[in-house]
């Protein structure tokens, strides 16, 4: 069969690191970076006679990311201890979730990629009229709390490992998803979602590379069209968005030429080895694990009322797919500028910011156009500085008050386009100064005095006749050398627009007169 005859079914395991200042059952420091075994206490290390005592915050963060991504909430959920040797785990069981997770059944929408290949997977898909592309549903089976372990050191040219506990009882939770993915760029889609999920929610920083964000991914393949699921691989140690889409295509590419040769894929756990591109066996997974869990008898269940939920659902942002459907619909942005700006909630919150301080010096007018001359900043100026200086747009100085007067100008038609790049420039240069008062300082401020304009290109154009005339012969290029000309003998910076159209005039009078 060829390759595209298989169809790769994909479900992710995520963990996430919640943002918490103490562990999730002591008070110990969570702060990244300590020195090595600088955050231990008798709790995160198991020390006998010691009891954990739940993290309200965690607690807070699991509802506030299963509210977020629809998920049902239990209303009474219990701890269990999850038993296995390793050297990173000194209790000999890591406190998690079996039975009862704190949230299951919710789900994220991705962007579609291709028509849905059987009938069943409709269900439960939503058009966004907005976007014109549909959205597709990937199931979270389950949500749950649980503490981290410690991580092991293997220092290259030693024999001995090393163990660093700091990690130890720093709190997570692990999404689990349905096997509904279909390719490694839908995996890819879906964990840049849960990324933005999880920042907009304040839970995490949700950084991969810091490992605030691990993810192991299964997959198996299929003939398109069968329902049946094939057998699974389990592969780990994916420490980017990058590597799990890399891994995935790799395993699919390995399943499916098993098959081709008559081979079976056995089910087994994976690393995938970035450097060599390929993913090598690490240990053949048991059909039950046992992991004898049962339920912690040191810790109460954690139960959550119809008040408490109310408080959890009004404390949620605004999520980024209804702030950025509200940036189109309301605000009057194209889909385009609303995907970018609202791609991460601090520079939304910029965006709507300037533009408020904009609204107050215009107070009224094409508030679509104002809206739009703020995105335009902000998606050419602000996030190229952004990006290049990898610094957060809360620490920039030009504040949205400050973005707003140049704005201002722009909208006033008093800098050109290219001139209000050089004052955004200069803003962050000089943050005490005022986008007005650093145009007039570099003489950037535009000329629209018509009269002034008109004589320089009523000039330019008397002393070009041979130019005028080969522009006449229908040559209409030559309209930019005229532009040209116009500006370079001005004195100041004349109105780019106004000189366009008062050229244009005189050419049209010599057509005119010819
Ligand atoms: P385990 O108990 O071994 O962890 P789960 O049933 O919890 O297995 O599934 C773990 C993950 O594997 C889930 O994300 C699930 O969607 C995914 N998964 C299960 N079966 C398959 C399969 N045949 N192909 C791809 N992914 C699968
Ligand atoms: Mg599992």
Known sequence: MPYDAYEPVIGLEVHVQLDTESKIFSPDSTAFGADPNAQVDPVSLGHPGTLPVLNG???????????????????????????????????????????????YDGYVEIEREDAPSSPDEEAGDDADPTRGASLKRVGLTRI??????????????????????????????????????????????????????????QVSDGNMEEGSLRCDANVSVRPRGHSDFGTRTELKNLNSMRHVEDALAYEITRQIAARERGASVSQQTLLWDPDAGVTRPMRTKEEAHDYRYFPDPDLVPITVDEDRLDAVRA?????????????????????????????????????????????????????????????????????????????????????????AQLVYLRLQDRVSSSAGQEVFERMMEEPEKSAGKIADEYDLIQVSDRDAIESVVASVVDENEEKVRTYLDGKEGLLGFFIGQVMQRFDGSPNPKLVRELLNEHLERRRAEA
């Not at 290259?156 to 689990?176: F, H, K, M, Q, T």
């Not at 609204?359 to 995105?375: E, I, L, P």
């Open 144 to 201: 749950h709390l649980e503490e981290d372990a410690g991580k092991s050191i293997h220092p290259e040219a030693d024999a001995a490992s090393l163990i660093d506990y700091n990690r130890c009882g720093v709190p997570l939770v692990e999404i689990v998803t349905e096997p509904d993915l279909r390719s490694p760029h839908e995996a890819y889609q879906f964990l840049e979602k849960l990324r933005q999920i999880v920042r907009y929610l």
């Open 315 to 403: 404390s949620l942002p605004e999520m980024p797919d209804a702030r950025r459907r509200r940036f189109i619909e309301d605000v009057g942005l194209p889909p385009y500028d609303a995907g970018v700006l609202t791609e991460e909630r601090e520079v939304a919150d910029y965006f709507e910011e300037t533009l408020q301080q904009v609204f107050k010096r215009t107070k009224g007018g094409d508030t679509q156009a104002q809206a739009k001359a703020v995105s335009n900043h902000i998606m050419t100026d602000v996030l190229r500085v952004l990006n290049e200086d990898d610094r957060s747009v809360d620490d920039l100085p030009v504040t949205p008050e400050r973005l």
């Open 57 to 103: 915050r965690a607690v807070h963060h699991a509802l506030r990311l299963g509210v977020a991504t629809h998920a049902k909430i239990s209303r009474r959920s219990v701890f269990a201890r999850k038993h296995y040797f390793y050297p990173d785990l000194p209790k000999g069981y890591q406190i998690s979730q079996y039975d009862t997770p704190i949230c």
